[in-house]
Protein backbone atom coordinates (compact mmCIF):
# COMPACT_ATOMS: atom_id res chain seq x y z
CA UNK A 1 0.00 0.00 0.00
CA UNK A 2 1.07 3.60 -0.78
CA UNK A 3 0.20 6.48 1.16
CA UNK A 4 -0.40 10.35 -0.42
CA UNK A 5 -0.31 13.07 1.58
CA UNK A 6 -0.57 16.52 -0.47
CA UNK A 7 -0.44 20.32 1.37
CA UNK A 8 0.50 23.54 0.00
CA UNK A 9 -3.52 24.36 -0.94
CA UNK A 10 -4.73 27.45 0.45
CA UNK A 11 -6.68 30.73 -0.79
CA UNK A 12 -4.67 33.12 -3.49
CA UNK A 13 -5.88 36.09 -5.25
CA UNK A 14 -5.83 36.02 -9.15
CA UNK A 15 -2.63 36.18 -10.53
CA UNK A 16 -1.28 34.55 -7.49
CA UNK A 17 0.95 31.39 -6.91
CA UNK A 18 0.88 27.91 -5.18
CA UNK A 19 3.20 25.01 -4.61
CA UNK A 20 1.52 21.77 -4.20
CA UNK A 21 3.31 19.35 -2.42
CA UNK A 22 2.68 15.14 -2.55
CA UNK A 23 4.50 13.00 -0.64
CA UNK A 24 4.50 9.29 -0.99
CA UNK A 25 4.96 6.54 1.77
CA UNK A 26 4.42 3.01 3.06
CA UNK A 27 5.01 0.72 0.06
CA UNK A 28 6.50 3.87 -2.13
CA UNK A 29 8.71 1.94 -4.46
CA UNK A 30 8.48 1.15 -8.13
CA UNK A 31 6.43 4.20 -8.50
CA UNK A 32 6.79 5.09 -12.24
CA UNK A 33 4.31 8.04 -12.59
CA UNK A 34 2.72 10.27 -10.32
CA UNK A 35 0.74 13.20 -11.31
CA UNK A 36 -2.28 16.15 -10.12
CA UNK A 37 -5.91 15.89 -10.89
CA UNK A 38 -7.98 18.61 -10.20
CA UNK A 39 -12.13 18.67 -9.71
CA UNK A 40 -14.40 21.74 -9.70
CA UNK A 41 -17.63 21.64 -7.64
CA UNK A 42 -19.70 20.16 -10.03
CA UNK A 43 -17.59 19.00 -12.38
CA UNK A 44 -15.60 14.99 -13.37
CA UNK A 45 -12.53 15.62 -12.19
CA UNK A 46 -9.32 15.93 -14.61
CA UNK A 47 -5.76 15.32 -15.03
CA UNK A 48 -3.67 18.66 -14.29
CA UNK A 49 -0.11 17.14 -15.10
CA UNK A 50 1.75 13.94 -15.45
CA UNK A 51 5.79 13.32 -14.88
CA UNK A 52 7.13 9.51 -15.23
CA UNK A 53 9.64 8.44 -13.05
CA UNK A 54 12.30 9.36 -15.55
CA UNK A 55 10.90 13.02 -15.81
CA UNK A 56 8.62 13.05 -18.91
CA UNK A 57 5.63 15.63 -18.46
CA UNK A 58 2.44 16.29 -19.78
CA UNK A 59 -0.11 18.73 -18.69
CA UNK A 60 -3.52 19.96 -19.49
CA UNK A 61 -4.30 22.38 -22.26
CA UNK A 62 -5.60 25.12 -19.78
CA UNK A 63 -2.56 24.98 -17.74
CA UNK A 64 0.57 24.69 -20.08
CA UNK A 65 2.66 27.32 -19.49
CA UNK A 66 1.46 28.56 -16.08
CA UNK A 67 2.13 25.01 -14.07
CA UNK A 68 5.03 22.96 -13.65
CA UNK A 69 5.16 19.56 -12.35
CA UNK A 70 8.91 18.35 -10.73
CA UNK A 71 9.69 15.56 -9.14
CA UNK A 72 12.36 14.31 -5.87
CA UNK A 73 12.33 10.37 -6.55
CA UNK A 74 14.68 9.95 -3.45
CA UNK A 75 11.99 11.37 -1.60
CA UNK A 76 9.01 10.04 -3.45
CA UNK A 77 7.49 13.75 -3.87
CA UNK A 78 5.51 15.18 -6.46
CA UNK A 79 5.19 18.97 -6.84
CA UNK A 80 3.19 21.07 -8.83
CA UNK A 81 3.97 24.81 -8.79
CA UNK A 82 1.14 27.11 -10.26
CA UNK A 83 1.45 30.43 -11.59
CA UNK A 84 -0.65 33.36 -12.68
CA UNK A 85 -3.52 31.13 -11.18
CA UNK A 86 -7.05 32.04 -12.23
CA UNK A 87 -10.42 31.58 -10.71
CA UNK A 88 -10.80 28.83 -12.83
CA UNK A 89 -8.18 26.68 -11.23
CA UNK A 90 -10.35 26.88 -8.27
CA UNK A 91 -10.54 23.03 -7.14
CA UNK A 92 -9.60 20.46 -4.62
CA UNK A 93 -6.29 18.74 -6.03
CA UNK A 94 -5.49 15.38 -5.66
CA UNK A 95 -2.21 13.98 -6.20
CA UNK A 96 -2.04 10.25 -8.00
CA UNK A 97 0.50 7.73 -7.96
CA UNK A 98 1.02 4.64 -10.13
CA UNK A 99 2.90 1.96 -9.01
CA UNK A 100 4.05 -0.89 -11.29
CA UNK A 101 4.23 -4.27 -9.60
CA UNK A 102 3.21 -7.73 -11.37
CA UNK A 103 0.06 -5.23 -11.75
CA UNK A 104 0.08 -1.80 -12.16
CA UNK A 105 -1.44 -0.03 -9.06
CA UNK A 106 -3.19 3.15 -8.41
CA UNK A 107 -3.16 5.21 -5.51
CA UNK A 108 -4.92 8.48 -4.45
CA UNK A 109 -4.21 11.17 -1.76
CA UNK A 110 -6.80 12.75 0.01
CA UNK A 111 -7.02 15.98 -1.95
CA UNK A 112 -6.17 19.73 -1.08
CA UNK A 113 -8.46 22.91 -1.90
CA UNK A 114 -7.03 25.03 -3.84
CA UNK A 115 -9.56 28.60 -4.31
CA UNK A 116 -8.62 31.47 -6.44
CA UNK A 117 -10.69 34.49 -5.85
CA UNK A 118 -10.97 37.38 -8.05
Known amino acids: QVQLVESGGGLVQAGGSLRLSCVASGSAFSIVAMGWHRQAAGQQRELVAD???????DYADSVKGRFTISRDNAKNTVYLEMNSLKPEDTAVYYC????????????WGHGTQVTVSS
Open 96 to 107: RADQQLAFRYEY
Open 51 to 57: ITSDGNT
